[in-house]
């Protein structure tokens, strides 16, 4: 005997032998089974026992039948069990060799035990004949039912259970019956002799004769509820960490939440948020009755008639309703309808109560949802087919899935709330209306992402002098409120750049000046921010016809011929805006009168379904069954290549059809250097205005004429040229010469003889000023048509 074991031994034979081979340990059993003694045998080979070959020990078990050598000499076969232990702190390892001896075999009382194996054991187990019908059930199995034996017997288990449970095992253990084969079924139910539902492991085996027939099934059910339920709670969690907040939309998020709860949890849940108040945080302190507004709900029932609110309505709370209880408690409140703890809400609510009664529902779970440490909302969880009411487990779980969700809810409003105030943003930094200009036709689109940010995407179309047109469409990287502060920023810095008629090339190295000064004053301790952009510029002139561009990162354009046909201009490839150092080359094409110009972010363009490429050949083809009208064509593209769901990032789109002035809406003279030539010309251009019906301007423009030709000869270099351009609203006059000064506008005093001849033009003119040509200089002077009549 030993304080592990406080029971007689000497049914047991063991015998210890060390990894050497000798013997180590030596019972009394073992001394019955060979009659040798402990002294006899301890430290001698444990081979000096064995009467014939020695045994090959292998793994840490070993069984098998040996011939051992009695002490009186005579052979004794016996079968052996040994388990070997490894050595431990350096020690020696040793097996162990046990077999029952006779005092262990069966004996009179083993049906005693036979007969406790069944009814006594902790396993609910019953037997069904081969009619499936009751033959015995142990007293484990007779607790589970809550019946007697006696009055079940001969019952089929779907009359025991009646339930779509027992049914559903009946077909189980029929088909064992049949096919001879066990079969393992777990189920979830409430049977008549639990209070609550339970998980069940039903495992089911064949009864047999001695022929082999199949006689019966025996049916032994394992109660694992804990376990189960345990890991439905894990199951739950993982799902709401899956599931919830798979979108930045908070009313989406909300029917996440119920759709998890639902039937896992509850049988009905509704989500009630409160509207944030000025300052864009729901309240703190809770007043009732309560405004909250109906997110979502979820049913098992299809069209969750249990629901009162709609979605999207809000409904005031009382004091007594669970919505306004754990919102002002701060936690989860527990309510059911027995208890009388919704009384009151019922009560105030008809409506309410009779569904409530019509319906079952006995129990209510009011969860308060709750982020950062501000209260959003409240959901409650209801049930009524689960006849079970809610536990302190249901309750801890019910607030470890609410405050994921909460937080996705949270980070789904402040979301919205960001991106409303950048669209605002951005929408009052982008052009409300495109200018009308007699260079081209020009419609636009801009499109935020529908689940990203909103960006800082932009265009523009800006009126050039001489009739010329400016076109840019831009891409700040990133997005948010700071993208589309930069988009106003770059937007504005290039109507500057553009109004002193900088080329292509030369504006966007001047933009992308400012972008690296923008990513020094985004960094901070001595590392940059990550401020950058695309962009693509280009400058259309209806004189010549021909339109420079150049491009900084940005996707080139596609352009539309008269003809149908359409391609994309190919423009040396800029670095993007932010990089600085590097330089920008533009390309100049020539465009047929009528040509549209299609000018697009890369968000257009971007798809699972398909690659940049197959975007173009999208592009291209939609292009070129546009209409007359280019708004049609914006529209047609946008549906062509968007997916259903929105655009991923955000898309800008500027459609330009170009116009061509005619030759004859264009004069130009070559002015000779002298002073006395300037009356001729004046004349000239007076008898040019006649011709074209503008005699009503010839006054104005023979004095602005005057003033910037004189000022051309006496501070300009040679060859000078005077041009005439006119539409119907506007005349142009310009001057150029091959001198760099730019001429500045002064305020001449009383005695001076000179100095106010561009202060003269600058009265007489609707605006006025200088460009920069590779050749020199062109003063340039609008005047109004519309004015004159």
């Given at each position: 005997m030993s304080p592990e074991?406080?029971?007689?031994?000497?049914?047991?034979?063991?015998?210890v032998v060390d990894d050497s081979g000798a013997l180590v340990g030596w019972n009394e059993g073992a001394r019955t089974l060979l009659g040798w003694s402990p002294a006899e045998v301890v430290g001698r080979p444990a081979a000096d026992l064995l009467a014939?070959?020695?045994?090959?020990?292998a793994g840490p078990r070993w069984d098998g039948t040996v011939t051992l050598r009695h002490r009186d000499g005579r052979p004794v076969k016996v079968w052996l069990l040994a388990h070997h232990s490894p050595a431990e702190d350096g020690g020696v390892g040793h097996w162990l060799f046990v077999t029952p001896l006779a005092a262990g075999a069966p004996g009179a009382s083993d049906g005693l035990f036979a007969e406790a194996g069944l009814t006594q054991s902790p396993c609910a187990v019953a037997v069904y004949d081969e009619r499936l019908r009751l033959r015995r059930i142990n007293d484990a199995m007779r607790a589970v039912i809550g019946l007697p034996e006696e009055r079940i017997r001969g019952l089929r288990l779907a009359e025991i259970g009646g339930g779509p449970h027992s049914t559903e095992l009946e077909q189980h253990m029929l088909r064992v019956l049949t096919t001879g084969r066990p079969q393992d079924v777990q189920t979830y139910a409430r049977t008549g002799g639990e209070p609550r539902a339970h998980a069940w492991l039903a495992r089911m085996a064949?009864?047999?004769?001695?022929?082999?027939?199949?006689?019966g099934v025996c049916l032994a059910a394992h109660d694992f509820t804990e376990n189960y339920l345990a890991r439905e709670r894990l199951l739950l969690v993982n799902e709401a960490s899956v599931r919830i907040g798979s979108t930045l939309d908070v009313t989406r998020t909300a029917q996440e939440l119920a759709e998890v709860c639902v039937p896992a949890l509850a049988d009905f849940v509704s989500v009630d948020l409160l509207d944030p108040q000025d300052g864009g945080e729901p309240q703190g302190r809770f007043v009732p009755p309560l405004t909250l507004r109906r997110a979502a709900h979820h049913s098992v029932n299809p069209?969750?008639?249990?629901?009162?609110?709609?979605?999207?309505?809000?409904?005031?709370?009382?004091?007594g309703s669970p919505q306004a209880d754990s919102l002002i408690a701060g936690?989860?409140?527990?309510?059911?309808?027995r208890g009388g703890a919704l009384d009151a809400w019922l009560a105030w609510d008809p409506l309410r109560g009779a569904r409530v009664r019509e319906l079952g529902i006995h129990s209510t779970m009011s969860v308060p949802?709750?982020?950062r440490g501000t209260t959003l909302g409240v959901a409650v969880l209801t049930r009524f087919r689960r006849p079970d009411p809610f536990t302190p487990d249901d309750v801890l779980l019910a607030e470890e899935v609410t405050a994921r969700a909460a937080v996705c809810i949270d980070n789904a409003r402040r979301f919205s709330r960001e991106r409303e105030t950048a669209l605002a943003l951005q929408r009052s930094l982008l052009p409300r209306t495109l200018p009308r200009t007699a260079?081209?036709?020009?419609?636009?689109?801009?499109l935020p992402a529908a689940r990203a940010g909103v960006g800082g995407d932009w265009f523009d179309v800006i009126p050039l002098s001489g009739m010329r047109v400016a076109m840019v469409v831009g891409d700040i990287v990133g997005h948010g409120i700071q993208a589309s502060a930069t988009m106003g920023r770059l937007r504005t810095a290039v109507r500057t750049l553009a109004d002193i008629d900088l080329a292509p090339e030369e504006l966007l190295t001047h933009l992308d000046d400012l972008v690296v000064r923008l990513s020094e004053e985004a960094g901070g301790e001595g590392s940059p921010g990550e401020v950058g952009a695309s962009c693509l510029y280009a400058v259309y002139d209806p004189v010549s016809r021909r339109c420079t561009m150049a491009r900084a990162g940005h996707p080139g354009p596609v352009v539309l011929r008269p003809d149908g046909t359409t391609r994309r201009i190919e423009l040396p490839a800029g670095p993007a805006l932010g990089l600085g150092g590097l330089p920008f080359e533009a390309a100049e094409v020539e465009l047929a009168e009528g040509s549209v110009l299609a000018f697009y972010t890369d968000g257009l363009l971007e798809s699972r379904e398909r690659d940049a490429e197959g975007g173009h050949r999208l592009l291209g083809v939609t292009l070129a069954a546009h209409t007359d009208s280019l708004d049609e064509t914006c529209d047609r593209i946008l549906h062509a290549l968007l997916p259903p769901g929105g655009a991923p990032d955000d898309v800008a789109l500027l459609l330009a059809r170009t116009r061509g002035l005619p030759s004859a809406q264009v004069a130009t003279w070559d002015i000779p250097a002298d002073p006395a030539l300037v009356a001729p010309i004046r004349r000239q251009v007076v008898e040019q205005l006649s011709r074209w019906e503008l005699s009503e301007a010839s006054f104005t423009t023979e004095l602005v004429v005057s003033e910037l030709v004189t000022n051309a000869i006496r501070y300009g270099s040679h060859p000078i040229r005077l041009r005439l351009i006119h539409d119907a609203t506007t005349l142009i006059c310009e001057v150029s010469d091959t001198s760099h000064t730019a001429p500045h506008l002064r305020r001449a005093k009383t005695w001076d003889e000179g100095g106010r001849g561009l202060l003269l033009v600058a009265q007489l003119t609707q605006r006025w000023g200088s460009r920069h040509t590779p050749e020199g200089k062109t003063i340039w002077a609008e005047l109004s048509l519309l004015d004159t009549e």
């Open positions: 074991y406080p029971f007689d031994e000497a049914a047991t034979a063991r015998a014939d070959g020695e045994p090959v020990l064949p009864v047999s004769d001695v022929g082999g027939r199949v006689r069209g969750s008639p249990e629901a009162v609110t709609k979605s999207g309505e809000s409904q005031e709370y009382p004091t936690h989860t409140v527990i309510g059911t309808v949802i709750q982020a260079a081209v036709d020009a419609a636009s689109r801009y």
